[in-house]
């Protein structure tokens, strides 16, 4: 160690790690019951190899192992039409021109500060037409504001948020739905709050509980209730055997079973509906995407040439093909089209428009690892691509978008002193 | 002693430490419970066979420091396909640790593996072949992270606060 940098920042780890609070008790019994349930896994697994090998050959076996991914670009497929555009004529994915060029309808900007010098994060644009912003976002006192820009009136909605991530976000009937605890980990339950658009006041609606030996998956907001579901087994909570889905209206109440939930998880891109399997390969290849609030239920197939993928109940799907392209399908499996580049597509706003993200290969990476190296929006009804990376983090990856309601997206990135904003929903 | 009571008691032992260590990679309490915890679940489903070879401590911060990396990459490619609304996860223990400049801070927004090789290095105090041994890569790809990793960080400090100034200006005379 030879600079004051290096010492400096010894000093601060040490620091740092002292400041980390002992582990619980449950920790302890958590530990107990993961280790039961590997070594339960394990035995059946055990079982199921010794079955399998005695079923198909000993010969067999090696074919259950998957061939590492093909990173290189074959040449583009299109099988058929993509619903519900004409998808013979694929954009041009690369070099893709920031969406104030594509659609300068739907972008405003604003300053990066609010008028009380202020730092924010926009989260969505409110029905009223005012903004909805994270004040002061990385400080304990960052809370819900309500900002009309067009005069700078800024209404609370919420107490101090402290520093955690929003992590559930919604505006439906009058008010902001919202959540801060962490959802898909262990150890804790993640209290839903609800906080009235007129700034009068904010209340619990649901702590997010699971039954014993099950674990909260994930959450959405459908209708005017919130869902989550529950899981157990699998390493991530999204994963395992999906126990049932539960509900409590926003305007709370006690928890109860969404009939017929057994075997759903909420989806993670699309609010209000659940799913009979987590968006991620591995799954079984058809299945049923349920609208909670229409009540709608569709079957879908996953086209052999697709190795993951997400659905929502419209008429097409997107994933990667089972080399790792980016890949589309109409959501009964036919019409796969196959991007030329190592990635992934997903549907937005019901499927008018598509993410489209493209990896290689991480330098270094001994184990398939990928870096995403460019990503699009891709507006399927009029071919039109903008590029997705004006959000991005400090590490060059793309931001999360906020679809806080059905077809309410809002992407935002910063350009010197201004902070724009993409409304997908006022694209024309 | 019975197998499982000598795991328990191991545990007990060292979970504050791996906490503390799980702590410093991830930056958040959540995380570090949730990474401690499923090392040292993987480490008692295969205590025996690991104890015999005597290095449970290095298996277990072994398995952290990759499960930290592949949980982080799995959770950004999620998240790419998800609703969350914010990246990052912020915890109020950290802004009482960073008296240092905002070096915490700045730490805070590498990339994962550029802050495992830190914590690694001036935490665990290893050396660049045993960093490369826990994180499965040559040892080059660990000189040239940590030379990116501590780049980056002076370029960060370099736009903060009075005490980074400070650093900085210590760092050149």
Not at chain 1, 386 to 394: E, P, S, T, Y
Not at chain 2, 137 to 164: H, P, Q, W, Y
Request: charged share 20%; glycine share 10%.
């Amino acid at each position: 160690m030879n600079t004051a940098l290096e010492e400096e920042l010894a000093q601060a780890i040490q620091e740092a790690g002292g400041a980390a609070r002992a582990p619980l008790p449950q920790f302890y019994t958590e530990i107990e019951r993961g280790i039961a349930r590997r070594r339960r896994i394990r035995r059946i697994r055990a079982g199921t190899a010794v079955a399998l090998v005695m079923a198909l050959g000993v010969g067999a076996v090696p074919l259950i192992k998957r061939p590492a991914p093909e990173l290189r670009p074959p040449p583009v497929v299109v099988a058929a039409p993509l619903p519900p555009t004409d998808a013979a004529r694929l954009p041009d994915f690369t070099n893709p021109r920031s969406p104030a060029e594509i659609w300068p309808e739907a972008v405003r900007r604003l300053p990066r500060q609010t008028p009380d010098g202020h730092g924010y994060t926009p989260l969505v644009w409110l029905p009223d037409g005012r903004l909805l912003i994270r004040d002061q976002p990385g400080n304990p006192a960052s809370r819900f504001v309500a900002w009309d820009v067009t005069n700078g009136a800024r209404t609370p909605l919420s107490p101090a948020l402290g520093p955690g991530s929003v992590t559930l976000l919604g505006v439906v009937a009058g008010r902001v739905v919202w959540s801060t605890g962490s959802i898909g980990v262990q150890l804790r339950n993640p209290t839903v709050m609800a906080s009235k658009l007129d700034g009068s006041g904010t209340a619990p609606v649901a702590e997010l509980t699971a039954p014993a030996g099950e674990r909260v998956s994930l959450v959405t907001i459908a209708g005017e209730s919130v869902v989550w579901g529950t899981s157990k087994g699998g390493m991530f909570t999204w994963e395992g055997q999906f126990t049932g889905l539960w509900r409590v209206p926003l305007t709370g109440g006690t928890a109860e079973r969404v009939p017929d939930g057994n075997g759903f998880i909420p989806s993670w891109r699309l609010p209000g509906v659940v799913n009979t399997t987590h968006y991620g390969g591995d799954g079984p290849p058809d299945g049923t995407v349920w609208d909670l609030v229409s009540g709608r239920k569709v079957r879908y197939t996953r086209s052999p040439q697709l190795s993951r993928m997400a659905c929502g109940t419209v008429e097409w799907c997107g994933g990667s093909s089972t080399d790792g392209h980016a890949a589309v399908q109409r959501i009964d499996g036919s019409g796969v089209v196959v991007l030329p580049a190592t990635g992934v597509v997903t549907p937005l706003m019901g499927g008018r428009f598509a993410e489209v993200v493209f990896f290689r290969p991480l330098a270094g990476s001994r184990s398939n690892e990928v870096e995403i190296t460019s990503a699009a929006l891709w507006d399927v009804t009029t071919g039109k691509v903008a590029n997705r990376m004006m959000a991005r983090d400090d590490a060059g990856q793309p931001l999360p978008l906020v679809e806080s309601a059905p077809n309410l997206l809002l992407m935002s990135w910063q350009e010197g002193d201004e902070i724009l904003l993409l409304d997908l929903a006022r694209v024309a | 002693m019975d197998p499982s009571e000598s795991f328990a008691e191991y545990a007990r032992a060292r979970a504050p430490s791996l906490v503390r260590f799980g702590y410093v990679l991830t930056g958040n309490q959540h995380d570090a419970d949730d990474l401690a915890q499923e090392a040292l679940i993987r480490l008692g489903a295969a205590w025996e066979r690991v104890r015999q070879k005597g290095d449970p401590e290095g298996y277990v911060r072994t398995i952290m420091v990759r499960l930290h990396i592949s949980w982080w990459r799995r959770r950004r490619r999620e998240r790419l396909v998800g609703a969350v609304p914010e990246r990052g996860y912020d915890d109020g223990g950290l802004a009482d640790v960073d008296s240092r400049g905002g070096l915490w801070q700045a730490l805070r927004g590498l990339a994962p593996r550029q802050r495992a090789v830190l914590v690694l290095r001036y935490y665990e105090r290893l050396s660049d072949e045993q960093v490369a041994a826990v994180l499965g890569i040559s040892r080059g790809t660990v000189r040239s992270t940590a030379f990116r990793a501590l780049e980056r960080l002076r370029s960060d400090l370099g736009g903060t606060g009075s005490a980074a100034r400070s650093l900085l200006s210590r760092r050149s005379s």
